[in-house]
């Protein structure tokens, strides 16, 4: 289990909880994502726009947790991720989600195929499921330090329940924030839930 203490660097608390993740058996992880699953019904979706994100590796989630977003009734919009000429991460795009689309992408993502959605579009979304490495109860979330949700996060409805999705270990008390982060509403866990946060 990784602590949080508040004098780690960013840098430093990714690498213990990247560790933490890989050191995780996949039985383990392929019934989390069956329990985060589980708990999708309540977010109340039918009808509404909802960003989500493919999950890579030791990341939280599954496409299984995709389809179900699209048999509860919503749109799913999914992250598409380029840095510009400079090599800076871009906002993100979108793109709507139809299983069996999904392409290779950039960055060992997966993502839909053209046509894309600007970055504004996040607008359009009631529910974001962000990944994250962790969130504390502030609604600081710390993500991989690319960049790509900083820069997209504010073009979010200020109604939009914003959650991180994250292992139950991966709730923290407390993580370095910066003035630019844009706080999550919710957390996601597989034991716990959906939890309010203190923004």
Not at 91 to 102: A, D, S, V
Not at 142 to 152: E, N
Not at 158 to 166: F, G
């Amino acid at each position: 289990m990784v602590e949080a203490v508040s004098p780690r660097s960013k840098s430093q608390l990714r690498t213990a909880l990247l560790q933490n993740r890989r050191s995780v058996p996949e039985a383990v992880r392929e019934g989390e994502a069956e329990a985060l699953r589980g708990w999708l019904s309540g977010l109340k979706i039918s009808g509404r726009t909802v960003c989500a994100y493919v999950p890579v590796g030791s990341e939280p989630g599954s496409i299984t947790l995709l389809d179900t977003l699209l048999e509860l009734g919503a749109r799913v919009l999914l992250p598409v991720a380029r840095n510009d000429a400079a090599g800076i991460p871009r906002p993100l795009q979108w793109g709507k989600y139809r299983p069996g689309t999904l392409v290779a992408a950039e960055f060992g993502l997966r993502e839909p195929p053209p046509p894309w959605l600007p970055a504004e579009a996040i607008g359009e979304a009631d529910v974001i499921l962000v990944p994250a490495l962790a969130v504390d109860r502030s609604g600081a979330r710390l993500g991989r330090g690319a960049g790509f949700y900083d820069r997209t996060l504010h073009h979010a409805a200020p109604t939009a329940q914003v959650i991180a999705v994250v292992r139950d270990d991966e709730l923290l008390d407390d993580i370095p924030a910066e003035p630019h982060d844009v706080a999550m509403t919710h957390a996601l866990t597989p034991r716990r839930g959906v939890l309010p946060l203190r923004r």
